[in-house]
Each structure stands twice: as C-alpha cells, then as structure tokens.
C-alpha cells in the first residue's frame, strides 16, 4: 500500500478547518442567546408584573425561531435564570469598578452597599422586578438556589473586610451580602428607593457586627 507522506499535514489541515468551522457556529450561537437575553428582558421590562411572555413572544422579539430557542434553552425557566446569572455578572462588574473607586476598605464597603442598592432605582427596580416575577420565586433576590446574586457579589467584599480586621472574611462577607439583598429585596417589592442615610446605617451595621471595634471608623462618601 503506498503511502502519502503529507499525510500528516493533511490531517492538520482538516483539523484546522475544523476548528475554524466550530468557531464560526460557536460565535453564531452566542449571538442567537444573546439576542434571546436581549429579547426576553426587553419584553418583560414592557410588560412588567402583568403577565409573562410566551417562547413564541421572545423568538419574535429576537428575529429567531423556536428551533433556535431550543437549540440553548430546554424550557422559558432556564431562560429566566439565564437573565438571573447575566444580571448578577453585569451589577458585578458596575459593582467591582464603583468599589477601585475607593482608595480605603471602609470606602470600598460603602460603595459595596450603595452600588447593590441601586438596583432599588427606577428602572433598575422594575426591571428586576419584571425578572424575578417571571422566575416565580420572589425569594430569589436573596437567593435560595442557583444564580444566587449574594454569594456572587460577597465576593467583592472579601478583600475590604480582611483589611479590618475580620477573622473570616469569606463568611462575613456572605452575611453582608445577605443583608444588604435583604434590603434591596424590600425596597424593589415596596417600590420604594434607599436613601443616602439608609446606605449608611446599612455600611455602618455591616462594619459594626463584622469588624473589630478598632475598624469602626466613619464611612467613607463618594
């Protein structure tokens, strides 16, 4: 039997034409969910606590098809907390670059709890409102089961608070987290928005009951 002696690079040629065929589909598909993000956070922001959009509304909004929502999505549930998840990674982010706007850990913890309750402001409000109406577990604000919004943004405080002082950063900061959604939860479900001196005590109270007496100090304003 003759042998090709560039079949080898054959071989690498086919598997590089492979690759670049996966990635082209890989970069379609991302862009069919997020579309489908997209879509489905637009139409229930418009439709907010009133009803809850069907599969076939979304697909619309987005300019897809129903084979398309499938393709990633096995139920409209799984699409929900898909939204939950792109939501928490997105008020990190905002999160984490108000907070290296702070130069101390009593500031950092400051900008933390401000940053979170924002999402008690106007549209931010009706937004997750309109999300976590439709995942159907008000409680999710607080976080019961995956995403959990709090776990993921106590991350950020982990830091701040083993430079006061705390002897357990990690679970100090996922009691202030808890504390602080809490609020957010209130204030989202009541429809009504936390004021300056709200965000202090709520700073205060966290460095109070997580931090050594000696790290007390006056909260930081931005």
Not at 55 to 78: C, E, Q, W
Not at 134 to 140: D, K, L, P, W
């Amino acid at each position: 039997m003759n042998e090709n002696p560039a079949s080898g690079q054959v071989g690498d040629v086919a598997s590089r034409i492979a690759q670049r065929s996966l990635a082209k589909r890989g970069a379609g598909y991302a862009d069919e969910v997020r579309r489908l993000l997209d879509a489905a956070l637009g139409v229930m922001k418009r439709r907010g606590t009133t009803s809850r959009p069907r599969v076939a509304d979304i697909v619309t909004a987005a300019g897809l098809s129903n084979d398309a929502f499938y393709r990633h999505f096995p139920s409209k549930d799984a699409l929900v907390a898909a939204l939950l998840e792109d939501g928490t990674e997105r008020l990190y982010s905002y999160v984490a670059h108000q907070m290296g706007k702070e130069p101390t850990p009593e500031g950092k913890v400051y900008r933390w709890v401000r940053s979170v309750l924002s999402q008690a402001y106007a549209e931010s409000a009706a937004t997750t409102r309109a999300v976590l109406w439709n995942a159907g577990a008000v409680s999710e604000i607080i976080g019961s089961a995956p995403p959990v919004p709090s776990d993921r943004l106590a991350e950020l405080l982990r830091e701040p608070l083993r430079e006061l002082g705390s002897a357990d950063p990690a679970f100090d900061a996922s009691l202030a987290a808890y504390t602080a959604f809490g609020k957010l939860g209130s204030y989202v479900w009541s429809e009504t928005q936390p004021t300056d001196h709200d965000t202090e005590r709520i700073t205060a109270f966290c460095l109070r009951a997580l931090t050594p007496p000696h790290a007390q100090s006056a909260v930081s304003k931005a």
